[in-house]
């Protein structure tokens, strides 16, 4: 027998944070920020339910704030395990933990706060950390094997699957939204006996997957025509690669003319360098397209600006163009200062490409509001504010659902987990009803006993 905890990732999109306890061996499957609302920064400073020191073993899905956020915290916290991902998951995570720092102590100054954890923790965690491929298998104690395979959400993402005593379960983490533009289809998980898996879209579809290409193309055209910006929220990691292959392809192909593109992100930036050696885990495609010489993310008009002074002088471009910056929720990072400049003109486009959490204020535009609070300032919006569903990096609910169909598995429980209460509680049904399968969706700090 096993406990399966879950003390994040339920109720709420993010914070994910799993245990599996044998009672000889503790394993930890992900330790997220919880992000989004004005109470996030309280609880991600709050002690973990568990004694971290009590862990053995953290296993990563993939490198998402919401999934490896906490890691250096729990290290600091007293974690002296061993941390096992896929290799580009550990290179990403290294990156995105330095951004993450440097933002805490930025706030920490201003607020008068403390940030949850610093540079000499993130370097404990990484020589903790250990990359590994897909389909290889680790031993991790007490008969246990883990191993990853191609969750199809960003670059390295996982499903984890651990196995012992001929039992299996299987941690979906994200699922990635098939076809995405640089990756391949998830792989289906098989013949397991418990199932933690996503649910944020499981109460709804992607109507636009087919015609995504084709609306960012009308977009575009539209700036152009107007002479006006579109800008783009985008996740510095998987959404912001994929926009610059998108528009890539459309400037190569002569569907578009050029036009002034801005990538202002400097950790989109050092992402992207990731992506361009790490061409064995995108999809073969995407893989022959640069073997045959075209680089990706690199096309007439495109301009990396990695210094303020540089991102401030964006301003003054006054011909059309596209800024695509971070983050993909407007939360924080440089795209909040191109809303305040821009949100008040008519003939800016703010286009979302991904999920907006509840209280971000990607959501509050999203929901049609008139006035948005950044930083401090009162912004009025006249924008047009447009969504394309069909770029988000998550599976939705038919895919979901498909993703356990075509498991051909008979599992004793499946655990809803990581979407919004009515997310989850529509997939926990939809299961249920359609494929006649044991699913629940549990509460936060709910601890479930297992055959295992």
């Known amino acids: 027998m096993a406990t399966l905890g879950f003390y994040g990732g339920v109720g709420s999109v993010t914070g994910a944070n799993f245990m599996l306890d044998t009672g000889k061996l503790a394993v930890l499957i992900d330790c997220g920020l919880v992000q989004g609302d004005k109470f996030a920064k309280q609880q991600n400073a709050e002690p973990f339910t568990y004694n971290p020191a009590d862990i053995d073993v953290l296993l990563v899905t993939h490198a998402h704030a919401d999934h490896i956020g906490r890691i250096p915290k729990l290290v600091r916290d007293g974690f002296v395990g061993k941390i096992y991902s896929t290799a580009p998951t550990r290179e990403l995570a290294a990156i995105m933990l330095d951004d993450a720092v440097g933002i ?58 651990i196995e012992r005593n001929g039992k299996k379960l299987v941690c979906t983490g994200d699922v990635g939204n098939d076809p995405q533009p640089l990756l391949s289809p998830p792989e289906v998980p098989k013949d397991y006996d418990y199932l933690i898996m996503e649910s944020v879209y499981g109460d709804r579809t992607h109507e636009e997957v087919a015609e995504r290409t084709a609306l960012l193309q009308q977009h575009i055209e539209h700036t152009i025509a107007v002479k006006g910006t579109l800008i783009i929220p985008a996740f510095s990691l998987e959404r912001t690669q994929a926009m610059l292959f998108e528009i890539n392809n459309l400037v190569e192909q002569e569907i578009i003319p050029p036009i002034k593109t801005f990538l202002d992100s400097p950790l989109a930036i050092r992402v992207t360098d990731v992506y361009r050696h790490s061409l064995e885990y995108l999809k073969p495609a995407v893989q022959e397209q640069i073997n045959e010489g075209d680089d990706i993310f690199a096309f007439e008009g495109l301009s990396f600006t990695e210094s303020v002074k540089e991102s401030r002088e964006i301003a003054r471009f006054g011909g059309p163009k596209i800024i695509i910056a ?20 008519t003939t800016t486009t703010v286009l979302l490409v991904g999920y907006q959490t509840v209280g971000s204020v990607g959501r509050l ?24 569903r069909g770029y988000s990096g998550h599976a ?57």
């Open 104 to 161: 805490m102590e930025m706030e920490a100054r201003r607020d008068g706060t403390t940030p949850i954890y610093n540079e000499a923790d993130i370097d404990t965690a990484l020589g903790l950390w250990q990359g590994v491929g897909y389909h290889e298998p680790v031993d991790i104690g007490d008969g246990i094997t883990a191993t990853f395979t191609d969750a199809g959400h960003i670059l390295g993402s996982a499903m984890v699957q």
């Open 326 to 345: 971070g983050s993909g929720m407007s939360h924080g990072g440089r795209i909040r200062t191109h809303e305040k400049q821009f949100l008040g003109e």
């Open 365 to 388: 535009l999203q929901d049609g509001a008139k006035h948005v609070t950044i930083d401090g300032d009162d912004v009025r919006v006249k924008a047009k504010i447009a969504r394309i």
């Open 396 to 452: 939705d609910r038919d895919q979901l659902l498909n993703l356990v169909y075509r498991s051909d598995a008979n599992p004793k429980q499946i655990f809803v987990t990581m979407g919004e209460e009515k997310s989850s509680l529509h997939l926990v049904q939809r299961l249920r009803d359609y494929l006649g399968m044991p699913a629940m969706a549990p509460a936060e700090n709910q601890e479930i006993e297992i055959d295992f």
